[in-house]
T-cell receptor
């Protein structure tokens, strides 16, 4: 089974802090994704990566950056956290023409 | 803009009934189709993949795909209260990312 592991289940950060969300997958998938999910807004794609050191913006990249130094690891960075970034963050990975597999999610609260 | 539309919920069915969830998509080049189940506060989990026209059955779940009409559906037979969740339809074409529908909330009443 594909395993996508997100480093934290719950995080509480203060406004202005730099926040790192880490994600690791164990299936050698080339594609990795970061989504956020908010009530009534569905899943929204923040960034994705199709190879090491490669990244592409999704629908809502503002206020976020990403890093992919190794194939199995994809990090989401909030440069200066704001209260409107309070959300559920979901990491996912997929191989070519295969389903998307999600991690357990990180519920981030910015106060 | 590629779009995936799901029938608006919430949908309620009695225990033991068949729940029918529908999804239409706009991109005719779409090749892969997925159904995810998401319980409240949890991440989506894959329940069905379908790639060719027709029906695909897995236990109580049947996915149906009609590419000519650009729709995909999910039937849940003998619905159970544990099936109560939000169901997400997702579609993939040549792009690496999937396009998700907004989801249909299903409640199975005991």
């Amino acid at each position: 089974d594909v395993k996508v592991t997100q480093s934290s289940r719950y995080l509480v950060k203060r406004t202005g802090e730099k926040v790192f969300l880490e994600c690791v997958q164990d299936m050698d998938h080339e594609n990795m994704f970061w989504y956020r999910q908010d009530p009534g807004l569905g899943l929204r794609l923040i960034y994705f990566s199709y190879d090491v050191k490669m990244k592409e913006k999704g629908d809502i990249p503002e206020g976020y950056s990403v890093s992919r130094e190794k194939k199995e690891r994809f990090s989401l960075i909030l440069e200066s956290a704001s209260t409107n970034q309070t959300s559920m963050y979901l990491c996912a990975s997929r191989g070519t023409d295969s389903p998307l597999h999600f991690g357990n999610g990180t519920r981030l609260t910015v106060t | 803009q590629k779009e995936v539309e799901q029938n608006s919920g919430p949908l309620s069915v009695p225990e033991g009934a068949i729940a029918s969830l529908n999804c239409t998509y706009s991109d005719r080049g779409s090749q892969s189709f997925f159904w995810y189940r998401q319980y409240s506060g949890k991440s989506p989990e894959l329940i069905m993949s379908i790639y060719s026209n027709g029906d695909k059955e897995d236990g109580r779940f049947t996915a149906q795909l009609n590419k000519a009409s650009q729709y995909v559906s999910l039937l849940i037979r003998d619905s159970q209260p544990s099936d109560s969740a939000t169901y997400l339809c997702a579609v993939s074409g040549s792009a690496r990312q999937l396009t998700f529908g907004s989801g249909t909330q299903l409640t199975v009443l005991p």
